[in-house]
């Protein structure tokens, strides 16, 4: 009998599986289920992108591409940050193309990051972040936002944080799971405390197009001397609902650039063809998309937001992405047995909150990327739930 623990690398055996696919499996395993866990947009991606991803795979344009991507799409990926973000790249040098906006990440990790090195995380925070960064050797140190404060990094937390160790900043906003975002203040202040440190920031800006009300994603990277700085990661499955095109990107200073190209090279050798001449057609023609998205996820945001408010959860309005962080501390009840309860009581998925990082214990992530009908039904069986918890605890 071969004793596979020998052979295993123990950082990846030390590593905790996602806390969202856990219960995404519980609820495929059961019937009726209602799931809000799941961060994909419920939207077909916009017959004018998937026609022309059919047309080339038509023409036979099946072959691999240059490592980097398609130069037409770099070309594109650029354009769309000069118009949308006021940051100019070169996009034969300082764009790259990659497997979906997570392949970016452990990219831009992996390229940086060597034994010993801190790396800054802003949590709560998607679930990927912490992993490759220990897997690199790296140390992960938790930036832990608050709802007091908007779930936004403060300068004075930034600085407290800093050691001569530090050396990366991951900067998710619009953030998953609180949907929190930072405003050109609260990047103008941090970038002080970046440049006074000597730091690098990699800026996930996945959800960057789905901001609502009346003020446009602002990039880390435009903000002044920043640009030098900064690797941002974005990508397609979130704008134009092409998560299973599998496409992301990348844009930063050349000399990163290189590295993660080089590294990409090893490991994906190029994303897939006919997705990256989709994505063409995407950024020159998908603007009206982003917009009828925005618009029924706003109204989606809205009515999650007072509905959770009117069962007497206490929930932060977010500002971007498609979640909602309820505290259900309230309940009595952990995140994890709130969630475990919930599943099997009332047949809703939902993630919790500390699967996001630690601090997120005493909330839940809900996600509105799906109809109207099912959230309200869904919210109306969490409520029943909270109801019965109280009455079982003699509230």
Not at 182 to 193: E, S
Not at 199 to 224: C, F, K, M, P, R
């Amino acid at each position: 009998m071969i004793n596979y623990s020998e052979f295993l690398n123990k950082k990846v055996v030390d590593v905790k599986p996602s806390g969202i696919r856990k219960f995404f499996s519980i609820a495929e395993e059961m019937d009726d289920v209602i799931s809000l866990g799941v961060g994909e947009p419920d939207f077909m991606t916009p017959w004018h992108i998937r026609q022309i991803g059919i047309k080339y795979l038509e023409k036979g344009a099946t072959r691999y591409t240059a490592n980097a991507g398609l130069l037409e799409l770099r070309k594109e990926i650029a354009n769309f940050f000069s118009r949308k973000y006021k940051v100019e790249y070169d996009y034969k040098s300082e764009v790259m193309v990659t497997v979906g906006g997570s392949e970016g990440i452990d990219m831009c990790i992996r390229s940086l990051i060597s034994d010993g090195d801190e790396v800054l995380v802003v949590e709560p925070s998607f679930v990927c972040y912490r992993p490759i960064v220990e897997t690199c050797g790296g140390v992960a140190v938790s930036l832990v936002t608050r709802d007091e404060n908007n779930f936004k990094l403060t300068a004075e937390d930034l600085e407290a944080a800093i050691t001569d160790k530090t050396k990366l900043l991951i900067l998710p906003y619009p953030n998953n799971p609180t949907g929190a975002v930072m405003r050109k203040d609260d990047l103008v202040a941090i970038a002080r405390v970046i440049k006074k440190h000597n730091l690098l920031v990699l800026s996930d800006e996945i959800y960057a197009e789905l901001t609502y009300g009346d003020q446009n994603h602002i990039s880390i990277a435009s903000i002044s001397d920043m640009k030098e700085r900064t690797i941002v990661i974005n990508g397609f499955s979130k704008t134009y609902s092409m998560t299973g095109w599998r496409l992301g990107y990348a844009v930063g200073p050349k000399p990163i650039i290189e590295q993660m190209t080089k590294l990409h090279q090893f490991a994906i050798m190029s994303a897939p063809t006919n997705s990256q001449w989709a994505a063409i057609d995407a950024l020159k023609n998908g603007d009206e998309d982003i917009e009828r998205m925005i618009a029924d996820y706003d109204m989606r945001r809205r009515f999650t937001v007072n509905a959770f408010r009117e069962i007497g959860l206490d929930c932060f309005e977010p500002e971007g992405a498609f979640y909602v962080f309820p505290c259900i501390k309230s309940t009595g009840l952990g995140s994890e047995e709130f969630c475990e309860k919930l599943i099997m009581s009332k047949k809703v998925a939902v993630v919790p909150g500390n699967a996001f990082g630690d601090c997120g214990e005493g909330f839940i992530r809900v996600s509105y990327c799906y109809s109207i009908e099912n959230i309200k039904e869904a919210i109306s069986r969490i409520g029943e739930f909270v109801k019965e918890i109280g009455a079982d605890n003699g509230n």
